[in-house]
């Protein structure tokens, strides 16, 4: 099946619902898919239609975006590709937003008083910190390593001409 990319966008929408700030301003819109195919974090479409893979692109984007760049999300992206589909990666990031948004849910069952509530928020806001930290660095490293093998495969190159 095709789509539009407001077709896309709607969908998008929906699917996200609750992720995006109460201003609306994360909304994805037909400008951001063409800046995320200018970019080259997302394929481009077939005759402006998009498929399945394109979803999976943008299911990951617009998640991946509330907590890292959009250079950072590309980065990953393409990372992750390199060993698997897209259909792959899909299955592996719900298996992985299913796994955490569990762990979360079970974190607030129970919750009960005021100080219980601010202590998981207070707790939440510390682990959201450190993780996102983390999850910077290890793209950071991601992105050294392209660097690296980039600058290696461009040496090579010139020494064989």
Same mark, same amino acid.
């Given at each position: ?57 943008? %299911? /990951?984007?617009? #998640? ?7 250079? @950072?999300?590309?980065?990953? +992206?393409? =990372?992750? $590709?390199?060993?698997? %589909? /897209?259909?792959? #990666? ?7 937003? @299913?796994?955490?948004?569990? +762990?979360? =849910?079970? $974190? ?54």
């Amino acid at each position: 099946m095709l789509f539009r990319s407001d077709q896309i966008a709607a969908y998008m929408m929906r699917q996200h619902i609750g992720l995006a700030d109460d201003d609306n301003d994360e909304a994805l819109t037909s400008a951001m898919i063409n800046n995320y195919i200018k970019s080259g974090i997302l394929p481009r479409a077939n005759g402006k239609k998009y498929n399945k893979d394109h979803i999976v692109y943008l %299911t /990951a984007i617009c #998640l991946l975006k509330q907590v890292v760049s959009v250079s @950072d999300t590309g980065a990953l +992206l393409s =990372a992750l $590709l390199e060993n698997q %589909t /897209a259909q792959e #990666l899909y299955g592996n990031y719900a298996e992985t937003e @299913d796994r955490e948004l569990r +762990l979360a =849910a079970d $974190l607030l069952d129970g919750i009960s008083s005021r100080t219980q509530m601010a202590e998981t928020a207070l707790k939440l806001a510390v682990s959201s910190y450190a993780q996102k930290y983390a999850c910077k660095k290890l793209i950071d490293m991601l992105k050294s390593e392209r660097q690296d093998e980039s600058q290696k495969t461009k040496k090579a190159k010139k020494y064989a001409d």
